[in-house]
């Protein structure tokens, strides 16, 4: 998700989040060359870090950070 910042801090938080989106770009892509990963690599590859979107985004914490399960039978007995 992206958010709009209007003011002074806004390009300095717009800066951040570009900062933090190549920092993920890299990290998975040396992720990827570690575990020689060669499908990940070349989808990483093919992403722009200037224009991630929320779906890339996405992808490369999953990647690095893998996926949170949801625990819905606990869901259910509230």
Known sequence: MIF???GEMGSVI?????KIDD?????????????????????FCGMNPKRLSPADRTMLNEYLFGVEEVMLHNLAKE
Do not use: S
């Open 4 to 6: 709009v910042f209007v």
């Open 14 to 18: 717009k800066n951040d989040l570009k």
């Open 23 to 43: 920092w993920l770009l890299q990290e998975a892509l040396i992720e990827a060359d570690c575990f020689y990963d060669q499908y990940a690599h070349t989808i």
